[in-house]
């Protein structure tokens, strides 16, 4: 497995704080404009990386409404959709990726793109992306993988769906053809997706099975899922973005506002320096915390000879003094010196 993956001035791995993508998909609504605003809020967020989705219609699918070019699920957002038409809706013109491209480099934000056929990356590719994405719809499409690969660029593949051998046959298909730079994604395509459909877990069996660096694509609603990950191990996260969920569009219900990516990218980096290393005996910050711990003092002053007991021993706060472990060594036995109200104690005190 490649520890660090590096993608433009951004290092990708366990090492490096979560890799946050905000996802455009089709919320631009169709506006160049709105795509552009979208591209400016990504980077007041500050997301690492901007991704859109390459694409036509023409290039998608067929312009056929028979019944398997329809769309039949009543829990789908787009239930009754045909395909051709929600892709005609919800595509990003190939004469806007240069300026939005353009426009998020200039603010310091790492664009890339999802191509959806062969043609898709020789053009992304001219345009000089600098890593590519493969959506878990095409984890099969092995020629779109190959292809892919051999341009030597990174390469993040999201798994919605996809069995274990699936997975594999990809990855074994881009090494082949000269890509070592894979992230895969743990993702559940659904529109939106259950907390309970996230399996998490998941993560690590996949860095460990496939010997490669994984990250998650989340689709389900907030900001939890995708923080959670972080503990199991995910480098990178991915979160569909717009600038208002009221305004609609294709992404919208379960896509992030630009408060919510900000919040994602503040609590995901908060997450990731929370994992440290084993470790026991408190950090070195919390050694002042030790005084409040409770200890053993003299609940009045004690004379030389006298027995000590639990008339004249406390175990109380702070913590500066004898452990209250040793109680039961002191009770009984004499005090070898005058020992004041509230003085420290130590176990010679005991004669």
């Known amino acids: 497995m490649k520890d660090t993956i590096t993608v433009g001035d951004r290092k990708i791995g366990p090492g490096h704080e979560p890799f946050i993508i905000a996802e455009m998909s089709g919320n631009h609504n169709g506006s160049k404009e709105r795509a552009l605003e979208i591209v400016r809020e990504a980077a007041r967020t500050g997301a690492d990386c901007l ?176 923080v959670a990950s972080i503990v199991h191990g995910a480098t990178v996260v991915e979160k569909h973005f717009t600038l208002n969920r009221a305004d609609g569009g294709v992404d919208s219900d379960f896509s992030l506002e630009p408060w919510e990516m900000k919040l994602l990218k503040e609590e995901t980096s908060r997450a990731w320096h929370s994992l440290g290393e084993v470790h026991y005996s408190g950090t070195q910050n919390e050694q002042k915390s030790k005084q409040f711990r409770q200890s053993i003092y003299p609940s009045r002053d004690i004379a030389k000879g006298e027995l000590f007991s639990r008339d004249n021993l406390k175990i109380c706060r702070p913590g500066l003094s004898l452990e209250p472990r040793y109680l039961e060594q002191l009770i009984g036995k004499t005090a070898g010196r005058d020992i004041e109200f509230g003085e420290r104690l130590s176990l010679d005190d005991a004669g």
């Open 51 to 226: 991704k859109f989705q390459t694409y036509t219609a023409d290039t998608l699918t067929l312009d056929c409404r028979k019944e398997d070019f329809v769309i039949n699920d009543p829990k789908s957002l787009w239930d009754g959709r045909q395909l051709h038409e929600l892709y005609g809706e919800a595509y990003t013109p190939w004469e806007w990726h240069e300026e939005l491209f353009k426009a998020a480099n200039d603010l310091g934000v790492i664009a890339f793109s999802t191509p959806f056929d062969e043609s898709a990356v020789d053009f992304l590719d001219d345009l000089g992306v600098p890593m590519f994405k493969v959506a878990s719809f095409e984890v099969n499409h092995l020629p779109l993988i190959k292809k892919i690969a051999q341009t030597g660029k990174p390469m993040i593949v999201s798994t919605g769906m996809a069995s274990a051998d699936e997975i594999e046959m990809a990855i074994r298909t881009a090494r082949d053809a000269g890509c070592d730079d894979i992230i895969i994604l743990k993702c559940t395509s659904q529109y939106p997706a259950n907390a309970s459909d996230a399996n998490l877990k998941t993560i690590e069996d996949m860095r460990q099975r496939f010997d490669v660096q994984v990250g998650l694509s989340d689709h389900t609603l907030g900001t939890g899922v995708a």
